[in-house]
């Protein structure tokens, strides 16, 4: 058996090989060191690579397992990988922690005026009647009800916010008060003084928010993106902020990316960017190596993956 990392594991590399002294283990920083001989022979694929195509899957004859340490599966081939009977199992639940308290970070730095704050320090102005406002009584609506949500929502109980969730089927999740049907966002939109998509990237969220929807929510929501950014047109999100149908957004995620300089979202002031970087945590690897390593056991001992594994038809 030969298992290939996709990515510098350091530390992890050594409990891996001696944690399974019967797997031919090869470290490398992505698909361009992976020759030619260990693509005809390589039986599992872990880490993280965007550079992972179809091409390169196709030159991966004996290819059983794609471990893939990020959440999001959308840029991977998935009819591929369906069709050649690839299992493949995501990085879930390990990012929602650090992606949750983005979302707590995001709430926090816009209801306290933080941004505000620092314009006036930079312009050497102390105005010390500048008043924050209470998330106390507030409510929420995330869109999508998995782990990032979740864990949001446990946060956000903290403050004594109310928090409403919406799914596919409308189904009851952990942490979550009242669930609510996709179909009845409309409906539901107009309670929320926060919005926050979590939502991944499937057939069903491509474009899913259009200006209607932002036009039902309250003329002061705060928009908070962590998901991905094909859920709302880019033009319609800038024309949105523009005519300031909502009073402000947090955007991590983009339709586009990376965003070019001349991008229309940068010279709006009712708009706060960050470059995907929520996801991003220092203890990421650790944990989805330790994940790898549950599901690896049972892998070669049974042909089971016991954590996480995505239907490459569903997206998730």
């Not at 090869?26 to 091409?55: C, H, N, Q, W």
């Not at 006036?120 to 106390?136: E, F, I, P, W």
Request: proline share 3%; aromatic share 8%; net charge negative.
């Amino acid at each position: 058996m030969k298992a290939i990392s996709l990515k510098p594991l350091k530390s992890q590399q050594q409990d891996l090989i001696s944690a399974f002294p019967d797997v031919e283990f090869k470290f490398t920083s992505g698909v361009e060191e992976i020759d030619e001989a260990d693509k005809a022979s390589v039986d599992i694929l872990f880490g993280y690579d965007g550079d992972l195509d179809e091409a390169f899957l196709a030159s991966c004859p004996e290819l059983k397992w794609i471990a893939w340490f990020a959440t999001g599966v959308n840029n991977l081939p998935l009819d591929y990988i369906e069709n050649n009977g690839i299992r493949l199992t995501n990085g879930k639940g390990i990012h929602a922690k650090q992606m949750a308290e983005f979302n707590i970070a995001y709430i926090l730095d816009d209801y306290k005026n933080m941004k505000t704050s620092h314009i006036n320090q930079l312009n050497k102005v102390y105005d010390s009647k500048m008043t924050g406002t209470r998330l106390m009584g507030k409510t929420a609506l995330i869109l999508g009800t998995g782990e990032i949500a979740r864990r949001t929502a446990y946060l956000l109980h903290a403050f004594d916010v109310k928090v409403l969730g919406i799914n596919t089927s409308g189904h009851d999740a952990e942490e979550i008060d009242e669930s609510y049907k996709l179909d009845a966002l409309t409906d539901v939109l107009p309670k929320a003084d926060i919005v926050i998509n979590t939502l991944p990237e499937t057939e069903d969220t491509i474009h899913l928010l259009q200006r209607k929807h932002f036009e039902v929510m309250k003329d002061d929501a705060l928009f908070i993106n962590v998901g991905r950014g094909t859920v709302v047109d880019e033009n319609v999100l800038v024309e949105v902020l523009k005519d300031k149908v909502i009073r402000q957004a947090y955007l991590d995620v983009f339709e586009n990316e990376p965003l070019t300089e001349d991008n229309p979202l940068y010279s709006l002031d009712n708009v706060v960017i960050t470059a995907h970087i929520t996801g991003n945590g220092k203890e990421n690897n650790q944990e989805a190596t330790d994940m790898f390593k549950r599901n690896l056991s049972h892998f070669l001992n049974k042909k089971e993956l016991i954590e996480n594994e995505v239907d490459p038809t569903q997206g998730y």
